[in-house]
């Protein structure tokens, strides 16, 4: 029989029946409530297994259910950050959820700084690691991971001495291995890198990310095939690593395998179509490729600017003055502001503005520091590398600088940030000098560009309003490097060498055969081409052959690779005539080679891309070396070479006809940039009034 309330308790503890059974119940309450937030030991081996044989989907949805039951579970919500992680799903919600009902578990943390990491919040990951090591100093997991976040950050040797710690813990640490190795790459000491690439592979040899950034080593060497068989092998391993995919597509397209880099691209767009990175890939690669109708490539770029409008939040409203004599703050967007040819391009015409007019603060997306780099920061009143920025938050930086006018000199190219620009950080924004089309982005306002380069009906393909500078959009800056005009090598040789020292993957089966009929025309010449591809034997083998399927010998095809600067230069010494390719022509390799004396022969194209060399010739005031179409071509040089003394003559003195051009006078240039920088002002101006 059931005791009554007030009987003594059969337990004989003395207490009534209903005081005892009160105090049972307080006591175990906890129990019941922690089992109501936790899943079963078999619910718990489910996941597991899901989590151990890489069904991430189906992961998701079993602990999406379990959450229903358990919804302060901090170990089901851990594991579907991880499922949303494998998945490129936005994890952060989840691993931050968790953090609250397990705050001291060190995995779930480590997930949380990982999860910031990747959405470039690298302050709070940072201090989500040093809170796991403030309890446990000697997690190496937590090491390692901010050594990842602190190279993100530009902070190298703090970076490598926290990895290197991580292994003093754990000598066979992978991640912290390939963590070390982007650390030592990033500080250019390359063999170092490579070891600790390797020595991650040796203990893991299926580790994606490790041969994944061995190939970019690689590919920075210009060792291309040893890069695309890195990549291959991430992908046999992961065949959904949208990185591995980007990357192949990048040493395919160096290696002049347009069809087959396409379609990498197109697969990592395939598995994430908003990778926007992989896109831009698709829109520089399509400048490389002859008859693409500019309808399609401005579809394209539409494309690209919808994806990342769709990222971004646009400011509305800017701190600027509309006051049109005023100093104008001009800010600088690029990954190039070094010894690159933009850096080239830039740096004179920086240093010759005058001072309290424009005011430049940078935004380098490089952690590359060299001269170049520090002679461009002197004319910089601000500079900000923000390589480890978000889009957001660099967006942010832009407007709290006050930035008036913004100019993105990097396009669809490496280390670009164009992404930043759909956030409208600056009342007008600019592309200028690193690309040579249409952005894309509805929030560009303007493209620079100048008569020759852009004709008036080319406009229609563009995004942006066309402003064009009344001379050239290019000057040069003189290069530093002491090597002097040579005589025309053709009158002790005996024969003519053409030369080419641009990217080889701008020489499309097109431009061999043009050139081949060149080389055909003037009998007995020679052609010297130089590009980092040619460090490769395969590559030089390939360029044979296609000359050959031309009817041109080995013997008249002259190959070299990448040398240092000055050897780059003396190698003109052996060049008379300079072939420009198409329909990607030569910018920074065509000034060069009229500074050292060796005119440059162009096929006039229509776009804007195609005419560079038009619009450098035009001004350097050879407009006898521009040819009409590829007949055109051929009979200017033989024409050219037809007079070796008349040739010899225009090269002693091309140095100084150059320098005294539109395309080196950097001051000229200054002016008239100034010029159309508050034009444009003074249409924003008058559109606040």
Known sequence: MKPEKNDPCPCGSGKTYEKCCQEWYQSTKPKFAEKKTAPTAAECSQLEALLKTGHSAELERQTRLLLEQYPESGYVLNLLGVSLQMQGKDNLFAFEKAAKFLPNDVNVLNNLGNALSDLNRLDEAEAIYRRVLHNNPLNAMALSNMGAALRCMGRLNEAEAICRRALQIKHDFVEAHNNLGNILEDQGRISEAEASYRRALEIRPNQVDAHNNLGNLFLRLGQFFKAEACYRRALEIKPDCIEAYGNLGNVLQSLGKFDEAVLSYQRALEIKPDFADALSNLLFIYNLLPDQPPAKLLAEARRYGELVARQARPYKSWNGVPDIARCLRVGLVSGDLREHAVGFFLEGALSAHAAGRLEFTAYSNHHCID?????????????????????????????????????????????????????????????????????????????????????????????????????????????????????????????????????????????????????????????????????????????????????????????????????????????????????????????????????????????????????????????????????????????????????????SGLRQQVLASPIFDAPRFARNLEAALRGMWAQWCDQQQ
């Not at 560079?612 to 050879?622: F, P, R, S």
């Open 371 to 651: 001269a170049v780099t520090g002679r461009i920061k002197k004319s910089c009143r601000g500079w900000h590398s923000v390589a480890a920025l978000s889009d957001e938050n660099l967006a942010r930086l832009i407007h709290d600088d006050g930035i008036d006018i913004l100019l993105d000199l990097s396009g669809h190219t490496s280390h670009d940030r164009l992404p930043v620009f759909a956030w409208k950080p600056a009342p007008i924004q600019v592309a200028w000098l690193g690309y040579f089309a249409t952005t894309g982005v509805a929030a560009m306002d303007y493209l620079i560009a100048d008569p020759w380069t852009l004709p008036e009906t080319e406009g229609i393909y563009f995004t942006e309003k066309i402003w064009r500078l009344p001379e050239t959009r290019l000057c040069f800056t003189p290069p530093d490097t002491d090597v002097a005009v040579a005589p025309l090598p053709a009158l002790t040789n005996g024969y003519v060498t053409f030369g080419c020292f641009n990217n080889l993957a701008k020489m499309n089966d097109n431009v061999v055969a043009l050139w081949a009929r060149v080389l055909e025309s003037v009998p007995g010449s020679r052609l010297l081409l130089k590009a980092k591809q040619l460090n490769e034997i395969v590559v030089r083998q390939s360029v044979v052959e296609r000359f050959a399927a031309h009817g041109i010998g080995a013997d008249r095809i002259l190959l070299e690779g990448s040398e240092a600067r000055a050897k780059y230069f003396a190698a003109y010494h052996r060049v008379d005539i300079a072939l420009d390719p198409f329909p990607f022509t030569g910018g920074t390799t065509s000034a060069e080679g009229l500074w050292m004396g060796v005119p440059v022969l162009t096929l006039e194209g229509e776009r804007f891309l195609s005419r560079q060399g038009v619009g450098l010739l035009m001004n350097a005031g050879l407009p006898e070396w521009v040819a009409a179409d590829a007949d055109d071509y051929v009979t200017k040089a033989i024409s050219h070479t037809g007079d070796l003394q008349r040739l010899a003559t225009l090269r």
